[in-house]
């Protein structure tokens, strides 16, 4: 009688059933009933469960500073070639290079108009020399 299914114990058979497949029987197949043992494992999976997740913000923000250097340079590029299109047509900044350095002069406001009629003319006369003492 020792052969009939029931009297078979099923821990048994699933020891017999996964040594057949050449992988070897998982933990978790018999839980532990000791205390100290699954506070152990408890521990051990939230330390693997917390560098999980380290690695996963880590390349989250790797992706996200990707992503933004390739906005940057699509800006970049897009920025360069309007301004490489708009110099084509007008040129007139390009012409001159000191046209930059020369913002000041547009900031002053230009002087009242009847100030040219107050202006005294400049002396055409030439100045009188005093002759040089000989020794």
Do not use: C, Y
Request: hydrophobic share 40%; aromatic share 4%; net charge positive.
């Amino acid at each position: 009688m020792s052969d009939t299914p029931k009297d078979q114990d099923p821990i048994e058979m699933l020891k017999r059933m996964w040594s057949g497949a050449g992988v070897p029987l998982p933990g978790m197949v018999a839980p532990t009933l000791d205390i100290d043992e699954l506070d152990k494992r408890i521990g051990d999976l939230r330390t693997v469960e917390h560098w999980l997740k380290m690695n996963l913000n880590m390349l989250q923000a790797t992706v996200q500073g990707l992503e933004v250097q390739r906005s940057r340079l699509a800006a970049l590029k897009a920025m360069a070639t309007q301004t490489s299109a708009s110099a084509g047509g007008a040129g007139t900044a390009q012409d001159n290079p000191f046209v930059a350095a020369m913002w000041p002069w547009n900031m002053m406001q230009p002087p009242p108009a009847d100030s040219d009629k107050s202006a005294k003319p400049p002396d055409k006369t030439p100045a009188a020399r005093k002759p040089r003492a000989r020794k």
